[in-house]
């Protein structure tokens, strides 16, 4: 451990103040992008930057869901569809001004996303991607097939954007407009993401298991970027029907769909600055091999289509994180400024007295197929209690866990928790009590700080949503998240490795990340799976030594463990299974002593 400290402190001593690109960057490529029009620049790159940007709009919705959260969406033409047509429908027949439509526009998608939504990401797997285009295609047909929208013709004579008599519909100003729209976008997500919704949003590409564990509501959260995604796509058919001044079916298709989807990922899907990256360098490429390739072959055809096709499959071979993320990684990072020092302590539950039973287990079963994984299971554990659940592998203590922490459904018993029925409530609800847990095998998020996985565990204490981080009204709240986390990493002994990437830990600085993490989440009850599998023996012995502090605060834990020499130290009392039912409970010395526990453990692995 000492050698991964020092190596990680070294490198970020080196990397103190971060890469200049990396922090003088975006400022300059908003700068280039505000003098280009004063500039004599030529009309048609404003042009194609105005498609670029307009571009950049769905994709950045495209890096939030695909990149960060990893849902597959593509319908994102679709919902530049709706916002394209409502406008021009709108603003044609009923004379509305496109300032009131674009609102108008963005209630429709969201509605319509919302929907869709609600009802496909509830399910796991492809439902989401294959609902996303049988929607894209749906829409296509039906702006393709209504008389009021002018069938494949479409809708000519849109007018174009003019405020307080002003014409916006011009080039170079409205070209600022679009950018206005795609810069703002962009440094809303990026403030999004560096939140605690944000926290929870990169949790999720990775199953929703964790996430849920921390009371995270996930299918909540992928509604709601879902949403948001649709919005950003809504506003860029907004503007695309005000710059061409005619909206038709083909831009809004499926093969625009997957084009879009493309640009996320060429670009580098979960950056954001990877969106304007690649949807810049596909438009320009378009462009540039519609007139090069029918030259070169001699004869006319869509040929771009073919080298994009060749393209992304490089791309997903040797780039698979996107362009952006190439050199993202080659850009030494700055670690978070610490500026949470005095921040306020999270509000706090209060805890069950001395000697009070928090957890009851009583006759729990699980059955899976034919197999008695958990056969009628009973125990009960106090506040300053350490129970201890050991035996064989496959002996139904992770089961057992994942009863009582409600990942798993019951087949019969009740699981109690401070009195409460919690059996049948989802994770995050049980969470939600106060129970908190590590996994046996860690799930964390690996591009994450070690910091932010842990202030993840402290994701109920804080109640600032992504709105507010968007607008910047969450720094205090913010404060003390990270303060909290630090406090807990401290306590594990993981105080220097705050700011180093969670995927570079050993295993056993990721158990005790994973034990920082659930400790923020301030349980009365902890339930550890495994925590010392990995761990040196000076690391055990540091996590004996917490696990006492913790007792001794009043802290219920749950251990399962293999390693009886912790459990033998720690524990007070210790309930041994085999195949799914219980063999005996006792005081560390009876187990020792029993003949019984020694032949079921003779009997398997030793
Ligand atoms: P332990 O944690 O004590 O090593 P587990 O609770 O992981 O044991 O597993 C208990 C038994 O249940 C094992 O035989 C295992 O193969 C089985 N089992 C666990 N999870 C599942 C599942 N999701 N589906 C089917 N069988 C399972
Ligand atoms: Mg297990």
Same mark, same amino acid.
């Given at each position: 451990?000492?050698?991964?400290?020092?190596?990680?402190?070294?490198?970020?001593?080196?990397?103190?103040?971060?890469?200049?690109?990396?922090?003088?960057?975006?400022?300059? &490529?908003?700068?280039?992008?505000?003098?280009?029009?004063?500039?004599?620049?030529?009309?048609?790159?404003?042009?194609?930057?105005?498609?670029? /940007?307009?571009?950049?709009?769905?994709?950045? /919705?495209?890096?939030?869901?695909?990149? #960060?959260?990893?849902?597959?969406?593509?319908?994102?033409?679709?919902?530049?569809? @709706?916002?394209?047509?409502?406008?021009?429908?709108?603003?044609?027949?009923?004379?509305?001004?496109?300032?009131?439509?674009?609102?108008?526009?963005?209630?429709?998608?969201?509605?319509?996303?919302?929907?869709?939504?609600? !009802?496909?990401?509830?399910?796991?797997?492809?439902?989401?991607?294959?609902?996303?285009?049988?929607?894209?295609?749906?829409?296509?047909?039906?702006?393709?097939?209504?008389?009021?929208?002018?069938?494949?013709?479409?809708?000519?004579? #849109?007018?174009?954007?003019?405020? $307080?008599?002003?014409? !916006?519909?011009? %080039?170079?100003?409205?070209?600022?407009?679009?950018?206005?729209?795609?810069?703002?976008?962009?440094?809303?997500?990026? %403030?999004?993401?560096?939140?605690?919704?944000?926290?929870?949003?990169?949790?999720?590409?990775?199953?929703?298991?964790?996430?849920?564990?921390?009371? @995270?509501?996930?299918?909540?959260?992928?509604?709601?970027?879902?949403?948001?995604?649709?919005?950003?796509?809504?506003?860029?058919?907004?503007?695309?029907?005000? $710059?061409? %001044?005619?909206?038709?079916?083909?831009?809004?298709?499926?093969? +625009?769909?997957?084009?879009?989807?493309?640009?996320?990922?060429?670009?580098?899907?979960?950056?954001?600055?990877?969106?304007?990256?690649?949807?810049?360098?596909?438009?320009?490429?378009?462009?540039?091999?519609?007139?090069?390739?029918?030259? &070169?072959?001699?004869?006319?055809?869509?040929?771009?289509?073919?080298?994009?096709?060749?393209?992304?499959?490089?791309?997903?071979?040797?780039?698979?994180?996107?362009?952006?993320?190439?050199?993202?990684?080659?850009?030494?990072?700055?670690?978070?400024?610490?500026?949470?020092?005095?921040?306020?302590?999270?509000?706090?539950?209060?805890?069950?007295?001395?000697?009070?039973?928090?957890?009851?287990?009583?006759?729990?079963?699980?059955?899976?197929?034919?197999?008695?994984?958990?056969?009628?299971?009973?125990?009960?554990?106090?506040?300053?209690? @350490?129970?201890?659940?050991?035996?064989?592998?496959?002996?139904?203590?992770?089961?057992?866990?994942?009863?009582?922490? /409600?990942?798993?459904?019951?087949?019969?018993?009740? #699981?109690?928790?401070?009195?409460?029925?919690?059996?049948?409530?989802?994770?995050?609800?049980?969470?939600?009590?106060? +129970?908190?847990?590590?996994?046996?095998?860690?799930?964390?998020?690996?591009? +994450?700080?070690?910091?932010?996985?842990?202030?993840?565990?402290?994701? &109920?204490?804080?109640?600032?949503?992504?709105?507010?981080?968007?607008?910047?009204?969450?720094?205090?709240?913010?404060?003390?998240?990270?303060?909290?986390?630090?406090?807990?990493?401290?306590?594990?002994?993981?105080?220097?490795?705050?700011?180093?990437?969670?995927?570079?830990?050993?295993?056993?600085?990721?158990?005790?990340?994973? !034990?920082?993490?659930?400790?923020?989440?301030?349980?009365?009850?902890?339930?550890?799976?495994?925590?010392?599998?990995?761990?040196?023996?000076?690391?055990?012995?540091?996590?004996?030594? #917490?696990?006492?502090?913790?007792?001794?605060? /009043?802290?219920?834990?749950?251990?399962?463990?293999?390693?009886?020499?912790?459990?033998?130290?720690?524990?007070?009392? @210790?309930?041994?299974?085999?195949?799914?039912?219980?063999? +005996?409970?006792?005081?560390?010395?009876?187990?020792?002593?029993?003949?019984?526990?020694?032949?079921?453990?003779?009997?398997?692995?030793?």
């Amino acid at each position: 451990m000492s050698a991964v400290i020092s190596s990680s402190a070294a490198t970020q001593a080196s990397e103190a103040k971060g890469s200049p690109l990396r922090r003088f960057g975006p400022w300059v &490529l908003i700068a280039l992008l505000a003098v280009l029009p004063f500039l004599p620049v030529p009309d048609f790159w404003i042009i194609q930057l105005i498609y670029i /940007g307009l571009y950049a709009l769905p994709v950045l /919705g495209l890096v939030l869901l695909t990149g #960060v959260a990893g849902l597959t969406s593509f319908g994102q033409a679709a919902f530049v569809g @709706i916002g394209a047509y409502t406008t021009a429908y709108l603003t044609v027949n009923t004379g509305l001004s496109p300032w009131l439509t674009l609102f108008i526009g963005l209630a429709l998608t969201g509605i319509s996303a919302f929907v869709i939504g609600a !009802i496909t990401l509830r399910m796991s797997g492809h439902y989401l991607p294959l609902a996303t285009i049988a929607w894209a295609l749906s829409l296509y047909y039906l702006m393709g097939n209504l008389d009021a929208l002018g069938k494949y013709d479409g809708i000519l004579g #849109v007018k174009g954007l003019s405020a $307080f008599g002003f014409e !916006i519909g011009q %080039r170079r100003v409205f070209y600022g407009l679009v950018w206005v729209f795609v810069i703002g976008a962009s440094f809303a997500l990026i %403030r999004l993401l560096d939140s605690r919704s944000g926290r929870a949003i990169r949790s999720l590409a990775r199953g929703s298991q964790m996430a849920e564990a921390m009371g @995270i509501d996930t299918l909540r959260h992928k509604v709601g970027i879902f949403v948001l995604a649709a919005l950003l796509a809504s506003v860029s058919g907004w503007l695309f029907a005000h $710059f061409q %001044r005619t909206v038709n079916p083909s831009p809004f298709g499926i093969k +625009m769909g997957i084009e879009y989807l493309f640009m996320a990922v060429l670009g580098g899907a979960a950056h954001v600055w990877g969106a304007i990256a690649g949807s810049g360098i596909v438009k320009v490429l378009e462009d540039q091999l519609q007139v090069l390739l029918p030259k &070169l072959i001699g004869t006319a055809g869509s040929y771009e289509v073919i080298v994009f096709g060749i393209l992304i499959v490089l791309v997903l071979k040797y780039l698979p994180d996107g362009l952006w993320a190439f050199i993202d990684r080659r850009l030494p990072r700055a670690p978070r400024p610490v500026d949470w020092q005095g921040a306020a302590p999270l509000p706090a539950r209060a805890k069950p007295a001395a000697g009070e039973v928090v957890l009851q287990v009583k006759a729990v079963r699980k059955v899976f197929g034919g197999l008695v994984a958990v056969n009628d299971i009973s125990f009960e554990t106090r506040a300053g209690q @350490i129970v201890g659940l050991i035996g064989p592998n496959g002996a139904g203590k992770s089961t057992t866990f994942n009863l009582v922490t /409600g990942v798993l459904r019951l087949s019969g018993g009740e #699981v109690r928790f401070r009195g409460q029925r919690v059996d049948g409530l989802p994770s995050r609800k049980i969470a939600q009590q106060g +129970m908190s847990r590590t996994f046996q095998h860690v799930k964390l998020v690996p591009e +994450m700080t070690v910091l932010e996985n842990v202030a993840l565990g402290a994701h &109920l204490r804080g109640h600032r949503g992504p709105i507010a981080a968007m607008a910047r009204l969450n720094g205090a709240e913010e404060r003390q998240l990270f303060a909290e986390a630090q406090r807990q990493l401290q306590r594990v002994g993981m105080g220097e490795l705050l700011h180093e990437q969670a995927g570079n830990l050993a295993m056993g600085q990721q158990r005790l990340l994973e !034990i920082a993490r659930a400790l923020c989440a301030d349980p009365a009850l902890l339930l550890l799976d495994e925590p010392a599998a990995g761990l040196r023996h000076k690391e055990k012995q540091a996590l004996a030594e #917490v696990l006492r502090s913790l007792r001794a605060e /009043g802290m219920s834990i749950l251990l399962v463990e293999h390693d009886m020499g912790l459990v033998m130290d720690v524990c007070d009392h @210790i309930v041994v299974m085999e195949f799914g039912t219980h063999l +005996m409970e006792g005081t560390p010395a009876q187990v020792q002593q029993s003949e019984k526990v020694r032949a079921a453990y003779l009997g398997t692995e030793h």
